[in-house]
């Protein structure tokens, strides 16, 4: 296994410590820091599997299949404890989670016709935010002007979701039509 194969499945095992590092009320203070660390550490192995990949010519059908995976397995269980700690409204994380299923039918379907979907400025703007969302919701420090950047950020991201997914159907809607 190449080494941009071993930073994702590194990224999928940091989803257990990471979780329960926001679900343990018990760990207070150091369990809501330890989060944030496991979250960036994760976060930053997506960033740096893809370079190291294409750099070195290392890209793997494995790497294909399971990047975008343990991408959606992290911000999902993110998503997922932050509606269980009350910090997200449920609804809003059904968006996000419903724009990555889709999408990820949409690269099924094409990826059936031989057609590779590259990613698209709108969604690297849509992940950014997302994770910059997730982090300052993790942190939540109680003071009126951070929680309105919390706030903003949260429909920040929602809305990058939201205009990403449309771009993307918009500009792949060919790949559902039928093929002969």
């Known amino acids: 296994m190449n080494l941009p194969n071993k930073l994702t499945v590194l990224r999928v095992i940091l989803i257990v410590p990471f979780v329960i590092c926001m679900l343990l009320p018990q760990l207070g203070t150091v369990g809501t820091y330890a989060a944030v660390a496991i979250f960036i550490v994760a976060s930053l192995t997506d960033l740096l599997d893809g370079k190291i990949a294409r750099k070195y010519n290392l890209v793997t059908n494995f790497g294909k299949f399971m990047d975008p995976l343990a991408d959606k397995l992290l911000v999902a269980a993110a ?102």
């Not at 409204?89 to 590779?116: K, M, T």
Request: net charge positive; hydrophobic share 55%; glycine share 4%.
């Open 79 to 180: 998503l997922i404890c932050l509606n269980s700690n009350g910090k997200l409204a449920a609804w809003i994380s059904i968006i996000i989670i419903s724009r990555e299923f889709i999408i990820s039918g949409f690269r099924l379907v094409a990826s059936d016709n031989g057609i590779v979907i590259a990613a698209s400025y709108w969604g690297k703007f849509k992940t950014t935010f997302q994770l910059l969302m997730i982090i300052m919701l993790i942190l939540d420090f109680q003071n009126d002007i951070y929680q309105m950047a919390c706030l903003v950020m949260t429909y920040l991201a929602l809305a990058l979701t939201i205009i990403s997914l449309i771009d993307y159907v918009v500009k792949n809607k060919d790949v559902l039509k039928e093929q002969k």
